[in-house]
């Protein structure tokens, strides 16, 4: 399963997290719940599906967190900050039996919520695969990386003696002829545990000055708030792609958390018609009505089925004094003068 930029293709990959089966394997925990960054906006969730694989039953699948760091980094000479998902099944029995998942995102974006800068990808599960893609502005060029581990039973047919199994092949994908950058040859992207990626290929950058990934447009569209009567449209680059997205206000709501009932502001992101797409939505999110502009919650639905994505409301506790390196009143990010004109 191929999960670059899988964040807008969210509803997809969770469903097929209860939908494929596999056996559960000892799995590191990353106990995500448990876990506090000091000054860190860190903010953890559950995450539940209703649909087809569960009988259209509610069947809560997976712990999730949105982290935004609160140290400054330096990337190739450019300022950023580092944003980060994680999805664990380890504390539900059904998703780690069915399919056992431990999935990270990183991007590195421009403190204004302006340009992705590296995105990094790995997922530990029952297909391994770790990705990267580099928005390389200087050559106005979208590199893209991968590696992804290929598990194969050797067995001549359907049938082997249990007492001598066949042993399987793990392969590392190899190709790509092109060198890789330093920063990536030189450093595996999640702590040395795999090995260098590889080239895959590349994709030119229109004549955009904004363009984001998956995670950032996230983060972005909490700028929305700001300015709920204006719609926001944001491209992002989607594996060898560019799409474009649109941020819609829905008016004001109130969001039970803990059984408190706190007010929020609704919110819309959908894709465009802009390169010929359909106006589709990808997911609705419910932002704390404060100059936080938190998510407490989101939902999104799935030609499969419906996923509702809540905050705890610890999590929500633990958050108050925390910060991000973002920009707190960023210039704009998204404008018309910047971007093919919305049909």
């Not at 997290?17 to 394997?25: D, E, F, G, Q």
């Not at 990183?106 to 029952?126: F, G, K, N, Y």
Request: proline residues 6%.
């Amino acid at each position: 399963m191929h999960l670059r930029n899988s964040l807008l293709s969210i509803g997809t990959l969770l469903a097929v997290i209860v939908s494929l089966s596999a056996n559960a394997t000892e799995m590191e925990r990353w106990r995500l719940a448990e876990t506090r960054v000091d000054g860190d906006e860190y903010l953890v969730y559950r995450l539940s599906y209703r649909g087809i694989f569960t009988a259209f039953v509610w069947k809560e699948l997976a712990d999730l967190a949105l982290i935004a760091g609160r140290q400054p980094v330096r990337f190739e000479q450019q300022p950023g900050c580092h944003l980060q998902l994680k999805l664990s099944t380890e504390n539900y029995s059904v998703a780690e039996a069915l399919r056992p998942t431990r999935y990270l995102r990183r991007s590195i974006v421009d403190p204004s919520l302006h340009r992705a800068l590296l995105v990094e990808e790995i997922e530990d599960s029952t297909e391994d695969e770790q990705n990267a893609t580099w928005i390389n502005w200087a050559d106005k060029r979208i590199e893209l990386f991968r590696q992804r581990r290929q598990i194969s039973d050797d067995s001549a047919g359907f049938f082997f003696d249990d007492d001598d199994p066949y042993p399987a092949k793990v392969e590392w994908e190899k190709d790509g002829a092109k060198p890789l950058p330093t920063f990536l040859d030189t450093s595996p992207l999640i702590d040395g545990k795999y090995t260098p990626l590889i080239y895959d290929k590349s994709i030119d950058i229109p004549d955009l000055e904004v363009l984001l990934d998956p995670l950032s447009l996230i983060f972005a569209a909490r700028r929305h708030g700001d300015n709920p009567e204006q719609d926001l449209v944001f491209p992002v680059t989607f594996e060898d792609e560019i799409r474009y997205y649109r941020t819609h206000g829905l008016g004001r709501e109130t969001v039970e958390i803990g059984g408190v009932s706190r007010p929020a502001l609704k919110l819309q992101i959908k894709r465009t018609r802009i390169e010929g797409a359909d106006d589709k939505e990808l997911l609705v999110m419910w932002l704390s009505d404060d100059e936080r502009r938190i998510p407490l919650r989101f939902e999104i639905q799935t030609k499969i089925g419906k996923i509702k994505i809540h905050i705890r409301p610890q999590s929500l506790r633990d958050n108050h004094g925390a910060e991000s390196c973002l920009a707190a009143e960023p210039r704009q990010i998204a404008t018309k003068g910047i971007l093919p004109a919305v049909q």
